[in-house]
Every structure is written in structure tokens, then in C-alpha cells.
């Protein structure tokens, strides 16, 4: 299996521009290749490098309205080939077709098209075909190409284009293939996700989830294991605010705490959870009343918990919250005074829930 693989042409299509001309600079610093369609082409031209249209590559037009680009074979067999092959050598010589060593695609926006849109003709259109189909094949044929799919890892490309003078190692191409995988699977998860709720389908014969690393916590729930946490958003939609990193039994907590306040009457409800169990919850006519209340449902168990609040928190309550020893509170907002009050207590987390939080409409139980 060949380690060092030299790049000698590229095909480039991104939606992230950001870090295009570092890119090309240190691709044409090796004199690497370039082909590239639509607004990328347009884009490189304007930084004044050179690169080949698609079109002039494959000798095929686009086709369908820009829907048929890079579905050619002369694209795929240059991924595709296995260069120890002598037999895929022969088929590339006889076709008269180039090797391709470098995929930087990015895919069609989906995700934040159907935030934003409900024109269903627009989302269809937002499905990448011809993305996906590139990075799969790289990804595949990773012992001679490497594929780059987020543009976070941009500058790690260029650091290792330079490491090996405009060559690449197998093991930073295995890391990018294993990240190019994910990000089709994640993609397609979306759409299917996506096409099953238009269509109100509950139960569908195959049933995929997806989620972003949030962050990778210290330890599971005991300390012999690990643990990280997802989100099915950009983010996790909590802010911490104090206190020490959140553990995998704080999370587990400060989610169960959740679906019990979600569901209490708005800004009258307080909730207190330890190890993943409610030892006391209440209403009142405000918020010191109802976590006097749910104190008093076991004054004991709380020890150590999690409070969580409906409504904002004010000094009154922290001045309270502050005496017992607990793990986090949890609330929508905290004005400043509750806030200097907490700041006493060094390790206690305070945990502010945004306002674009809400709870899955689907509970999935894994056994």
C-alpha cells in the first residue's frame, strides 16, 4: 500500500469560498491541475489562476439545467482507478482519461434550505447528486486520492500539501476519507429525515439518525467509560454560562429536568433532578415559591442535583440556591445580580437554555 501519493490534478467545487485562494496558491505553488465548474471556475479566474472548466475536461456540456455536471465517466474513472492496476492503467491509456488525486467538493446548502424555504420545488433542487457521487468515489479509492468535504479542514490540507511537497500521506487520506463518509451519511440522513416528515411518515421501514459532535466529554457515566455529546441542530441550543465543564450525568440530567419544566405552566415552574430522577417539582405564584415547594417534596435527594427554572432567574432565588451544595441550575435567562450571586459558588454550572430550544416531537428509547 503506497503512503506518499503526489497530486497532480485536482477537481474543485465548493460552496465555501472563504479559504479558496490559500488553496490555490499552494496548489499552484506545485503545479497541480486544476479543473473546477460553475462559480468555483468563476471564482478561481477572478484570483487570477488558472484552471480548467469541467466541460472542457469531459468534452460534455452541462446538461438538465446544471443537474448533469461531473456524472461523467471521465471524472469518476480518473477518482476511481487503482493506480498499482496495470488493467485500470490500460483503461485509462485506451480512453485516453487523466488521474484525478484531489477532490475539494462541498454539497448543496440542504440543511439550511429547508430552515428557510418551504417552496418544495426549491429543496428538491437542493439535493446534491453529482457532490455526493465525487466524494463517495475519493473517499472509496482513498490509497491514492484524498477528498476534502469541510472546509474546517482547509488549512489542514494546505499544511500537508507543504509537508510533503505536493504530495499527500495514506493517513491524513484515510482521516479526510473516514470525515467524507460521515458527511454522506449525514447528508442523506437529512434529506430522508427531511422527506419522511413532508410526507408524514412515523415508522418507515429503515429509520436513520443524525447528529454534530457538540464536544467529547471527560467520561461516560462512570469514569471507565466515554462519552460525547450530539445535536440534530448547529448547536446544542444551551448556553453555559459558569462553573465547570458539563459532565455526561449533568447532561443527562439537565435534559431530564427539561422535559418536566417544558411541560409545567411558563414562569411559574421549578424542577429538581438528581441521577436522571425528579425528587421534587412544583408550581407556585413565583418562581422562590415553586422551588420552595419542590424542596420540600424531598428535602434530602436534592443534595447534589439539578435545578431548573421556567422563567428567569432573580437575586431572591440565588440567594437561596447558593446555600445547598448542587451539580447546575438551569433557566431560560438570569439577570445580572442572580448572576454575581452565582459567581460565589466557583464550580456550580449555570446552564441558559435559548429560546430556539425545544424537545424532539419523537421519543427514541435505545435498549
Do not use: W
Not at 241 to 261: E, P, R, T, V
Amino acid at each position: 500500500m503506497k503512503n506518499i501519493v503526489k497530486i497532480k490534478r485536482a477537481l474543485i467545487s465548493i460552496s465555501d469560498k472563504s479559504l479558496l485562494k490559500s488553496l490555490l496558491s499552494v496548489l499552484s505553488k506545485y503545479k497541480i491541475e486544476i479543473i473546477s465548474s460553475g462559480k468555483t471556475y468563476k471564482k478561481i479566474k477572478k484570483f487570477g489562476f488558472k484552471s480548467i472548466e469541467i466541460s472542457n475536461f469531459t468534452g460534455s456540456n452541462e446538461m438538465l439545467g446544471g443537474r448533469v455536471k461531473t456524472l461523467h465517466p471521465k471524472i469518476h474513472a480518473g477518482i476511481l482507478n487503482i493506480r498499482s492496476n496495470k488493467s485500470h492503467r490500460l483503461d485509462l491509456i485506451k480512453n485516453n482519461f487523466k488521474e484525478i488525486d484531489l477532490i475539494i467538493v462541498n454539497f448543496y446548502p440542504f440543511e439550511n434550505v429547508i430552515k428557510k424555504n418551504n417552496n418544495f420545488k426549491s429543496i428538491i433542487e437542493n439535493i446534491d447528486i453529482g457532490g455526493p457521487t465525487l466524494i463517495r468515489a475519493a473517499a472509496k479509492n482513498f490509497v491514492d486520492v484524498m477528498v476534502i468535504t469541510n472546509p474546517k479542514n482547509y488549512l489542514h490540507v494546505i499544511n500537508e500539501i507543504n509537508k510533503y511537497q505536493g504530495s499527500t500521506s495514506l493517513n491524513f487520506r484515510k482521516q479526510m476519507a473516514i470525515n467524507a463518509f460521515n458527511e454522506i451519511a449525514n447528508y442523506d440522513c437529512i434529506i430522508a429525515n427531511y422527506f419522511n416528515d413532508k410526507f408524514d411518515v412515523k415508522f418507515p421501514n429503515k429509520k436513520t439518525f443524525t447528529g454534530k459532535l457538540v464536544e467529547n466529554l471527560r467520561y461516560g457515566e462512570n469514569p471507565h467509560q466515554e462519552a460525547a455529546i450530539y445535536s440534530n441542530e448547529n448547536n446544542s441550543n444551551i448556553k453555559q454560562l459558569h462553573g465547570k465543564k458539563l459532565s455526561f450525568n449533568n447532561y443527562n440530567d439537565i435534559f431530564s429536568a427539561l422535559m418536566i419544566s417544558k411541560s409545567l405552566p411558563k414562569n411559574l415552574g421549578t424542577v429538581i433532578v438528581k441521577h436522571a430522577n425528579p425528587c421534587g417539582f412544583a408550581v407556585g405564584d413565583n418562581l422562590f415559591e415553586a422551588y420552595t415547594k419542590a424542596v420540600s417534596c424531598d428535602p434530602v435527594s436534592y443534595f447534589g442535583g439539578i435545578v431548573g427554572f421556567n422563567h428567569k432567574v432573580g437575586a431572591e432565588v440565588a440567594k437561596k440556591l447558593v446555600k445547598p451544595f448542587l451539580e447546575c441550575i438551569v433557566a431560560p435567562d438570569f439577570d445580572s445580580e442572580s448572576l454575581e450571586i452565582f459567581k460565589s459558588k466557583k464550580n456550580l454550572r449555570l446552564i441558559k437554555i435559548e429560546d430556539c430550544f425545544s424537545l424532539s416531537k419523537t421519543m427514541i428509547k435505545n435498549v
